[in-house]
């Protein structure tokens, strides 16, 4: 305890071996330079806990500034605008909030403690993103089929979700480390070249069947789908899928009408967020594709290898259909 303690603990076990040795109360006062009240203090605490009685105690802290009725107040005015109480602003700021406070409950409420709170109410500063205000009028009955159709499914059919999703030359930009006053730079490509990633997801095994292809139109989703009954030759197949314009169009549907293995159901148009591949493609691009400027090459051997490292039930993980380990 005197060399791992932190200070105060350290100088309280010194004080138990002072005596241990034959020194008196007085006597290990003056070497520590503190009052022998101290001393008999620390040393009773020891003859009646041992070692763990030099410890400090758990205190009660120091009274909170605010109060359960200022905190409800605070949450209440962030879930709502400014405009709605009036205030010529469009989004809070903490001296705006901390003036709110003041008139709606008669308390002052400094500003740097309206910026601790809401940090403890686990608000933060971010900007927010854009967000497209459609909605689907058939959604309700087209997850109610979605539902119904996995139900009845026979234990031999397949169930999956499938998506594309696009990869360029020219990387997207994501947060990342550097040194103070030194801005990272990515360099662009001399051609912005693409590539469309096509993958569907095994709702049962967590198994993921993917294929490049140079372009995202009805042509290459149907060899993508004849790809698809070839590594999957016997069993049939209940497929989910989006309303992409080439997934709906009159080449594909006409082409799916002659493919008795395959059931097909629409997802709700503008509800990306309802198909599970979705998350995989968004830490996929994270962690291949974002910050550095690679051939399309490069990048599909690095989603290669990013399939390989990731076992079906950890791509389960992914997608939100397990929970975290």
């Known amino acids: 305890m005197t060399q791992q303690a932190v200070g105060r603990v350290a ?3 010194q004080m138990v071996l002072l005596s241990a040795r034959g020194l008196s109360a007085l006597e290990i006062a003056q070497i520590q330079q503190i009052s022998d009240v101290t001393v008999y203090k620390w040393l009773d605490r020891f003859d ?3 070692p763990h009685g030099l410890y400090d105690r758990e205190r009660s802290g120091r009274p909170a500034k605010v109060d359960a009725q200022t905190e409800a107040a605070l949450e209440e ?3 709502q605008s400014p405009t709605e109480h009036d205030y010529n602003f469009t989004y809070w700021t903490v001296p705006l909030l901390a003036q709110h406070l003041h ?3 008669e308390k002052q409420v400094c500003p740097e403690t309206v910026r601790l709170t809401r940090h403890r109410l686990g608000y933060r500063w971010r900007r927010p993103r854009w967000a497209i205000q459609r909605a689907d009028p058939q959604a309700a009955q087209r997850m109610q089929a979605i539902s119904q159709a996995v ?3 026979s234990a031999e059919t397949v169930i999956l979700v499938e998506d594309e999703t696009i990869f360029k030359t020219l990387p997207p930009l994501r947060q990342m480390w550097m040194r103070k006053g030194q801005q990272h730079q990515v360099p662009t490509p ?5 590539c469309h990633l096509y993958g569907v997801l095994d709702l049962d095994t967590g198994q993921l069947f993917h294929a490049f292809h140079p372009d995202g139109n009805s042509e290459t989703t149907i060899a993508y789908l004849e790809q698809l009954l070839a590594h999957y030759p016997q069993q049939p197949i209940l497929l989910i899928w989006d309303q992409a314009r ?3 169009s009159h080449r594909v549907r006409h082409w799916l009408a002659q493919q008795p293995r395959l059931t097909i159901r629409l997802l709700p148009k503008y509800a990306a967020e309802l198909n599970p591949i979705e998350a995989i493609w968004r830490q996929l691009k994270d962690r291949v594709a974002a910050n550095l400027t690679r051939s399309l090459d490069q990048i599909q051997h690095a989603c290669e290898r990013f399939f390989q490292q990731h076992r079906p039930i950890e791509l389960l993980r992914l ?3 397990l929970p975290s380990s």
């Open 11 to 13: 100088l309280r076990a």
């Open 151 to 153: 139900f009845a499914a």
């Open 48 to 50: 009646k806990e041992g």
């Open 190 to 194: 001399k051609q912005n070249e693409a």
């Open 103 to 105: 008139q709606t409950l």
């Open 246 to 248: 080439y997934h709906t």
């Open 319 to 321: 997608a939100g259909l």
């Open 77 to 79: 005015a962030v879930s």
